[in-house]
C-alpha cells in the first residue's frame, strides 16, 4: 500500500514534526487540531523549519516548497471528516486516554475501511484505541522521536489484534518516510522510554536532593557517557507534562517506584514550567 495522504491528528511539538516529515517524503497531509489558531501556528512553524534547513543546504529549496504546499490544516477534532479519505492517520494528540479513545471511536466511524489507523502514543495501552476503532486489526502504533525530522527512529508497536498485512503495510510506509524501525509488542515505554525514563527520573532525584546542580548533572553525561543530549535538557525537550503523563501510565502499569514522577517534576508541571515549549523547566530558554 502507498500511502498518498496522510492524517495527523495534533498539531503540538510530534503533530507538526510527523507532518512535516510526511509531507517531505511526497504525502499530501491534512493536519488537525482543536482551533484554526493553533493549526495556522503549526503550519506556519512546519514552513519555516523547512525553508531553515533549506537555507542551510540540508535539502533543496524546491523540496521545502513543495513539502510546504502539500500541507493542509482543519481544525474538526470532533467531527474528523477531513481525514475520511486517507490511507494513513497518525493520532499525536495530548497523552490522555480518554481523549485518545473518543478519538479512535470517531477514526473507526469515518476512515474508509483499508486506513491504517496509528497512534503516537508513548505510554497508553495501544489495545484500548484499537478496541475503541471498532476494527482494531488496522490500528497499530508509530512511535516517533523528538524531533521527528532530526531522528530516524519509529517504534512499531502491535496489538493481539493487528494484523500481519497491517504490519507490512506500517512497514512499507515507514520506508516510504525514510524512517528506521524496530518491532515492539504493546507495553508502556516500549524499548526506548523503558530505559529512558528511569534515567531521566535518576537524574532529576539528583538535582532535588542538591547532589548537583542541573548543568552539572547533563555536563557529566553529555562529555563522560558521550550522550548527545544531558537527561535533564532531554526532559525539557519532551515537555514535562507529557513526561509526567507517561510516567503515570507507566507506573499505573507496572508499578514500581522507578517509574514514579518524582516530586519536582510534579511541581515544575503545576507551575506551568513544561520545559522549551514554555521557555523554562529544568533550564531556561530565550
Ligand atoms: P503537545 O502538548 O506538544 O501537543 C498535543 C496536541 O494535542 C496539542 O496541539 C493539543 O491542542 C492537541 N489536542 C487535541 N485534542 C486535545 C484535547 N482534547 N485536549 C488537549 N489537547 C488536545 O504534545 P506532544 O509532545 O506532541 O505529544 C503528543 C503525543 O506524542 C503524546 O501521545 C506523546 O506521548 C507522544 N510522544 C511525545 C514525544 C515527546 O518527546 N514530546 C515523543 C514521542 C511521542
Not at 105 to 124: H, Q
Not at 173 to 182: E, H, K, P, W
Not at 213 to 235: K, Q, W
Request: aromatic letters at 6%.
Amino acid at each position: 500500500m502507498r500511502v498518498e495522504r496522510v492524517g495527523v491528528i495534533g498539531a503540538g511539538l510530534m503533530g507538526s514534526g510527523i507532518a512535516q516529515v510526511a509531507a517531505y517524503h511526497g504525502c499530501d497531509v491534512t493536519l488537525v487540531d482543536v482551533d484554526e489558531v493553533r493549526v495556522a501556528k503549526a503550519i506556519e512553524g512546519i514552513r519555516g523549519r523547512l525553508a531553515r534547513e533549506a537555507e542551510r543546504g540540508r535539502i533543496s529549496p524546491e523540496s521545502a516548497e513543495a513539502a510546504a504546499e502539500r500541507l493542509h490544516g482543519a481544525a474538526d477534532i470532533d467531527d474528523l471528516r477531513s481525514v475520511a479519505r486517507v490511507e494513513a492517520v497518525i493520532e499525536a494528540v495530548v497523552e490522555d486516554l480518554d481523549v485518545k479513545t473518543r478519538l479512535f471511536r470517531r477514526l473507526g466511524e469515518v476512515c474508509r475501511p483499508d486506513a491504517l489507523l496509528a497512534s503516537n502514543t508513548s505510554s497508553l495501552p495501544l489495545s484500548d484505541l484499537a478496541a475503541a476503532s471498532g476494527r482494531p486489526e488496522r490500528v497499530i502504533g508509530l512511535h516517533f522521536f523528538n524531533p521527528p525530522w532530526a531522528l530516524k527512529l519509529v517504534e512499531i508497536v502491535s496489538t493481539a489484534s493487528t494484523t500481519e498485512e497491517t504490519l507490512e503495510d506500517a512497514l512499507q510506509f515507514c520506508r516510504q518516510l525514510d524512517r528506521v524501525t524496530v518491532q515492539v509488542k504493546d507495553t508502556p515505554g516500549f524499548i526506548a522510554n523503558r530505559l529512558l525514563v528511569p534515567f531521566i527520573f535518576d537524574a532529576i532525584e539528583l538535582l532535588q536532593t542538591g547532589v548537583a546542580s542541573a548543568e552539572d548533572i547533563d555536563l557529566a553525561c553529555r562529555v563522560g557517557l558521550n550522550h548527545a543530549m544531558g537527561p535533564l535538557a532531554t526532559a525539557d525537550l519532551i515537555g514535562l507534562d507529557t513526561l509526567k503523563a507517561i510516567a503515570e501510565s507507566m507506573f499505573e502499569e507496572y508499578g514500581e517506584p522507578r517509574f514514579k514522577a518524582p516530586t519536582l517534576l510534579r511541581r515544575l508541571v503545576s507551575l506551568g514550567h513544561l520545559g522549551r515549549k514554555t521557555g523554562r523547566g529544568f533550564f531556561r530558554y530565550s
